[in-house]
């Protein structure tokens, strides 16, 4: 008789403590994002989906772990600079893990997803420095093949014009030279990287201030151009970056010692070395200082 059972492609990986997918056969969960805001995300490179992320009482817990992360950051070490965070620190992968976080990248990736990097880009009030305009593909150019990466830009605090909120140039994912603009040096005492796309290379009289309340967020991909201005008011402006691959993109393994991916929801298609959401890594984090590496 003909067998009609789907192949086995790879091995399946096994739940652990912390996945957050567990599975509702009988309750399947509505897509986060509609139709609408698809279409969006696909034609400008970037969305601001409806509605806040977590129940209240979850994004509190979140910003109070933040908070006390915060308080314990090196007074030398400038607040943008808190890359890679849930590598050291287990507990922040419930919430980057969470189906209420994997759920608004599920129509924009597909079912298979994997967790590729997270940052809080804190900017202090007052003198929270200016991120360069910039394709997040430019810096990932050697790890990522094929490069799809959609971030989820969580916000922890107001996050307006007034102090300092993410701008994105619609389109430019898909215009121009498409993620891999040319760059050029920038002021490193001033900005949050070290380089920018070169003025020929922009259309900045496009950009679109990204403002979100608190828990709210926007979402982009890896070859929009994107930026944010100095933070000189009042307010601080702390945002959460969660960057998603889906399953069929490989990270080059010249990088582990560097860079971990986690499952975030479905299969490993490509049988990729994973890391446990529940250890902690902070000698990765180690590795990338030690390295001077900075992948954004
Ligand atoms: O936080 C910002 O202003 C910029 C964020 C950013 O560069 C990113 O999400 O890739």
Partial sequence: MEDF????????PLMTPLDPTPIHPTRPRPPRLSPHEVDHYR?????????????????QALLDHFERKLA????????EAMDTPHFGDPKLNEWAL???????VEPILGPDILLFSTHFICKPKGDGRRVPWHEDSAYWRKLLDPMEVATVWLALDPSTTVNGCMYVIPRSHNTGKMGFSDYEKV?????????????ADRRDELAVPCELQPNHCSLHDARTQHGSPPNTSHIRRCGWTLRFIPA??????????????????????????????SRDYSHVIEERKRQGFKAH
């Fill in 248 to 277: 069929t993109t490989r990270l080059n393994p010249d990088y582990a010692d560097r860079q971990l991916i986690y499952l975030a929801r479905g299969r490993n298609l490509l049988n990729q070395n994973l890391a446990d959401p």
């Fill in 5 to 12: 059972s789907p192949p086995i492609l790879h091995p399946v």
């Fill in 98 to 104: 969470a189906p209420e976080v994997v759920d608004l």
């Fill in 72 to 79: 314990a950051w090196p007074k030398d070490q400038r607040p």
């Fill in 43 to 59: 034609k400008e490179g970037y969305v601001i989906p409806r509605g806040p992320v977590f129940p209240a009482e979850t994004f």
């Fill in 187 to 199: 002021d490193v005492t001033k900005s949050v990287f070290e380089t920018e796309i070169v003025k």
